[in-house]
């Protein structure tokens, strides 16, 4: 039965809520092996050995909100907060691309000092400086407006993962929100047209099998361009600080079946899995994953962006992170691309689109 599962998955790319459920309690050592072995062959058909690079700039630990897993949560009076100025986010980019880099993630906390036209202003700037280059966000939930101001501006992707789809797990490590209002945010963003990185956490308190069938579901049925999932690590300074935390395995068996359910999404080997296992981004690349996410925030900010302990590259600059992950995928076998790299599905909508555009 199990593969068959895994049979169908390879062939279709498709399996309800209770196949998902009876596969990941039915996986042992020979069918997950089977597993990881369809989801590199799905990779490499859909994407080739290619591995993309983006260039990670956490420019503010400020934040608003309150999820019990993170380490910049407001509550968290242990942190010292930092913001860094445009001017200052925009010479990140001018090192970055002289290093190289294509694509810029601009990720913080839910920071409101950073208003609308404080975004769409530093938007353009570097669409300006850098017109060749992809701009991604990742600051978390804005009204609908703001999305559109951010797209018109030129910020091409926006990441925020849906952490759980659980709705009541989602309510309790998300105190005043809920999983409604951050699938709108998600909708909102895709009718857009950004390209959108969806993603959760494996591992958190009260999750098993049913609770990660939900995920594997939801990102079926999202279809986003780009799918992070990474373990949950505890944070001594927050409420879930004695919790078990995610394993490697769990979350490489997750990366595989969200390589196998949405084959055409870019798949980051998470910095969070590098942090558990010294090779745990390597191991991620060799079950689906086909982006890495160097660190280009300065150096002298860089450890204060704990969102979990441990953090690794964080005494490193970002010269040296590069250089460290280009050997990393090369030893996996793989090829490094610093390339916007676009998604598969973004290639394909934009003929269309155009056409669209063309005819009102
Ligand atoms: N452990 C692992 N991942 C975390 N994130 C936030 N806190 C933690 C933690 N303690 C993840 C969330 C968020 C992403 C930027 O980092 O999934 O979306
Ligand atoms: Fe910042 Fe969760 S604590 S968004």
Not at 10 to 22: K, N, P
Not at 31 to 51: C, I, K
Not at 71 to 90: F, H, K, T
Not at 220 to 249: A, K, W, Y
Request: with cysteine.
């Amino acid at each position: 039965m199990v593969l068959n599962l895994l049979e169908k998955l390879l062939v279709e790319h498709e399996l309800s809520y209770e196949e998902i459920v009876y596969l990941l309690t039915h996986l042992d050592d020979a069918s997950e092996r089977t597993l990881f072995q369809y989801a590199h062959q799905t990779r490499l058909d859909f994407y080739g050995n290619r591995v993309y690079l983006r260039g990670l700039i956490e420019f503010s630990n400020v934040c608003r909100r309150n999820c019990l897993y993170c380490g910049i949560r407001a509550s968290n009076q242990s942190v010292e907060r930092y913001r860094m100025l445009p001017e200052d986010i925009l010479q990140c980019c001018k090192h970055g691309y002289g290093l190289g880099y294509r694509t810029f993630v601009l990720q913080s906390g839910e920071d409101p000092w950073y208003t609308t036209d404080i975004l769409v202003s530093l938007i353009r700037d570097i669409k300006g400086r850098f017109p060749d280059v992809a701009i991604t966000l990742s600051i978390g939930e804005r009204p609908f407006l703001d999305y559109l101001a951010f797209h018109k501006a030129g910020a091409d992707r926006f990441l925020m993962r849906h952490e759980t789809a659980d709705g009541v797990l989602y309510a309790r490590l998300h105190p005043g929100t809920s999983l409604r209002e951050r699938i709108a945010s998600l909708e909102a963003l895709k009718e857009i047209g950004f390209q959108v990185g969806d993603g959760f956490m494996v591992g958190l308190p009260g999750q098993g099998p049913e609770e990660l069938a939900k995920d594997l579901t939801f990102l079926r049925d999202l279809h986003p361009d780009m799918i992070g999932i990474g373990p949950f690590i505890p944070h001594s300074q927050t409420p879930l600080h004695d919790c078990e935390g995610g394993t490697v395995r769990q979350t490489l068996i997750m990366v595989a079946l969200a390589r196998l359910l949405v084959p055409d999404a870019l798949l980051p080997a998470t910095t969070a899995l590098g942090t558990l296992h010294s090779r745990g981004r390597e191991q991620a690349l060799s079950v689906g994953a086909n982006v890495v996410m160097p660190n280009l925030t300065p150096a002298r900010v860089r450890p204060k962006y704990q969102l979990y302990e441990n953090k690794i590259c964080v005494e490193e600059d970002s010269d040296q992170c590069r250089s460290c992950i280009e050997w990393r995928i090369e030893l996996a076998g793989l090829k490094v691309d610093m390339g916007r790299g676009d998604s598969l599905r973004s290639m394909k909508r934009r003929p269309s689109e155009s056409t669209a555009m063309g005819a009102i």
